[in-house]
């Protein structure tokens, strides 16, 4: 190659045409483009697991066994002044399920511009597919139950389990976070939302469920 340069004339070998020139341009902003989007989705998806997903280490009953638990934070939905807690606080956990499977953006708006309420009425949601959503930092009061939303962790099955029967998927991930919440806040304590009021909440098919926990 360095041959057969030496063999053209300097001025043709440096000179470049206008349209070249052109060419060359076109070329460095088509790249400057396709390094702008690269940057942009790499940045992007960088946001989104340090922002919205958390791997947790949930250790079962036996302590021999780990599993690795994804829940996905889910940010900005609708919410007002936010209340608080201390973590020392809560000493109970309160299943509930969601009555009607609905889009979780749905019912935080429903909670919020309807009921009035400060922000949505749990801290996780088991979806079908079994993924955990977290809707609430843990030191959040949610309002979930009436007169124990100081002291407790609302867990929610999206879904009518009165008239449904839970996934497979949905009572793993239900497992695993309950357990993954017992240990982590030494909480002894976990009720189904009709054993504190009057509803059926949250459905004869979870009932099974909450048994478990009790011992
Ligand atoms: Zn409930």
């Known amino acids: 190659m360095i041959k057969y340069l030496h063999g053209i004339p300097r001025e043709r070998s440096l000179k470049l045409s206008s349209f070249q020139m052109d ?24 946001k989104q697991m340090k922002f919205e997903m958390e791997y947790i280490e949930v250790e079962t009953k036996k302590g021999n066994e780990n599993y690795e638990l994804a829940i ?3 940010k900005n939905l609708p919410h007002k002044t936010l209340k608080k807690r201390s973590v020392a606080e809560i000493d109970m956990i309160v299943i509930h399920h969601t009555e009607k499977k609905s889009r979780v ?22 979806q079908s ?3 955990i959503l977290q809707l609430n930092e843990i030191e959040t009061i949610s309002p979930h139950c009436k007169d124990y939303n100081t002291r407790s962790i609302g867990v929610c099955f ?4 009165e008239e449904n029967m839970p996934s497979d998927a949905m009572l793993e991930s239900g497992e695993k976070l309950v357990k993954y919440l017992k240990t982590k806040y030494g909480i002894k304590t976990i009720v189904g939302h009709g054993e504190l009021g009057n509803t059926d909440c949250p459905g004869e098919n979870l009932k099974l469920f909450v048994e478990q926990f009790k011992n």
């Open 23 to 46: 060419i060359l341009i076109m070329l460095g902003l088509l790249m400057f483009g396709v390094f702008i989007l690269l940057y942009g989705f790499v940045k992007v998806s960088f």
């Open 72 to 74: 996905k934070k889910v």
């Open 105 to 126: 953006w749905d019912i935080a708006d429903y909670h919020v511009n309807k009921n009035g309420w400060s922000t949505v009425g749990y801290h996780y949601m088991i």
């Open 129 to 131: 597919s079994g993924k």
């Open 158 to 161: 999206n879904g009518n389990f």
